[in-house]
């Protein structure tokens, strides 16, 4: 007999997220739609609505042309169905490349949606962004390590932290976030040895993806988690389900009856 995790029945603030540091990992996966986010919501702390929505429900090669009336409109969606969870908006490449843009382009999410708090990526070149956002009254999730958005300037998905350089590297991204006033952080695509440095050197929660079991919370991409993005599955990636499979079986099955003329029976009918 299992003994599950009780499931979460009051609503997640960024003062919880903050208290669970070193006390209980947290969990967030992403979701871009109201079904699916009602099914999510309650079953994690944090919800993202990542704009790996790009690649997995638009079909495009990257995250890079993701934009912000996209991730307003999917975020709508979420906010409908999560109702406990912390909805996170993930702010998508070039919203947030001046002070300007980003206090523009995140008062609009906080003012079109629900969400509970923004993300971007990058380092300590960024920190500036944070500040300004958070001395705007709009919380930030960082995300520093692999990031997608770097992919065209970087010229591919590199794993970070191989070596005692890029681990100081982190590290400093990490406080230099933390002070600008971050809540928590992503470390996406590093080192475990990596992960351990940065979460030992702030005093806000970590999230990690890719990152072994070292950081405060994890994150994964609900597609690939339950096996619904089949075009690539990254080495992190735990299938918790057979989407895919199943949907296919469930056509297979209505296509057959359909053709022979089982479905619709009596049962389903007027
Ligand atoms: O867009 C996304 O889904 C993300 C997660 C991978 C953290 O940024």
Same mark, same amino acid.
């Given at each position: 007999?299992?003994?599950?995790?009780?499931?979460?029945?009051?609503?997640?603030?960024?003062?919880?997220?903050? =208290?669970?540091?070193? =006390?209980?990992?947290?969990?967030?996966?992403?979701?871009?739609?109201?079904?699916?986010?009602?099914?999510?919501?309650?079953?994690?702390?944090?919800?993202?609505?990542?704009?790996?929505?790009? !690649?997995?429900?638009?079909?495009?090669?990257?995250?890079?042309?993701?934009? !912000?009336?996209?991730?307003?409109?999917?975020?709508?969606?979420?906010?409908?169905?999560?109702?406990?969870?912390?909805?996170?908006?993930?702010?998508?490449?070039?919203?947030?490349?001046?002070?300007?843009?980003?206090?523009?382009?995140?008062?609009?999410?906080?003012?079109?949606?629900?969400?509970?708090?923004?993300?971007?990526?990058?380092?300590?070149?960024?920190?500036?962004?944070?500040?300004?956002?958070?001395?705007?009254?709009?919380?930030?999730?960082?995300?520093?390590?692999?990031?997608?958005?770097?992919?065209?300037?970087?010229?591919?998905?590199?794993?970070?932290?191989?070596?005692?350089?890029?681990?100081?590297?982190?590290?400093?991204?990490?406080?230099?976030?933390?002070?600008?006033?971050?809540?928590?952080?992503?470390?996406?695509?590093?080192?475990?040895?990596?992960?351990?440095?940065?979460?030992?050197?702030?005093?806000?929660? %970590?999230?990690?993806?890719?990152?072994?079991?070292?950081?405060?919370?994890?994150?994964?991409?609900?597609?690939?988690?339950?096996? +619904? +993005?089949?075009?690539? %599955?990254?080495? +992190?990636?735990?299938?918790?389900?057979?989407?895919? =499979?199943?949907?296919?079986?469930?056509?297979?099955?209505?296509?057959?009856?359909?053709?022979?003329?089982?479905?619709?029976?009596?049962?389903?009918?007027?």
């Amino acid at each position: 007999m299992s003994i599950h995790t009780p499931k979460i029945d009051k609503k997640i603030t960024l003062t919880t997220i903050a =208290k669970m540091k070193g =006390k209980e990992p947290i969990t967030m996966i992403t979701a871009y739609d109201a079904l699916f986010a009602k099914l999510f919501d309650g079953e994690v702390e944090m919800i993202l609505v990542g704009d790996s929505l790009n !690649m997995s429900f638009l079909g495009k090669e990257d995250t890079l042309s993701a934009t !912000m009336d996209q991730m307003i409109y999917h975020t709508q969606a979420v906010c409908n169905g999560a109702k406990r969870s912390l909805v996170v908006l993930d702010m998508p490449f070039g919203s947030y490349a001046t002070v300007e843009d980003a206090i523009h382009n995140a008062t609009r999410a906080y003012r079109q949606t629900n969400a509970q708090a923004v993300k971007i990526e990058g380092g300590k070149e960024r920190a500036h962004i944070v500040e300004a956002l958070t001395k705007n009254s709009i919380a930030v999730l960082g995300h520093i390590g692999l990031m997608p958005q770097f992919l065209r300037s970087d010229g591919a998905y590199k794993i970070r932290g191989k070596d005692k350089t890029d681990i100081k590297k982190l590290v400093e991204d990490a406080k230099a976030l933390e002070k600008a006033g971050v809540f928590a952080l992503v470390i996406e695509g590093v080192k475990e040895a990596a992960a351990l440095a940065v979460t030992e050197a702030v005093s806000i929660p %970590t999230i990690g993806i890719g990152a072994g079991n070292v950081t405060d919370g994890q994150v994964l991409v609900w597609s690939d988690m339950f096996d +619904f +993005f089949e075009a690539f %599955t990254p080495k +992190f990636v735990k299938k918790y389900g057979a989407g895919a =499979k199943m949907i296919r079986e469930g056509l297979q099955t209505y296509r057959d009856e359909v053709k022979s003329r089982t479905f619709p029976s009596k049962e389903y009918t007027y």
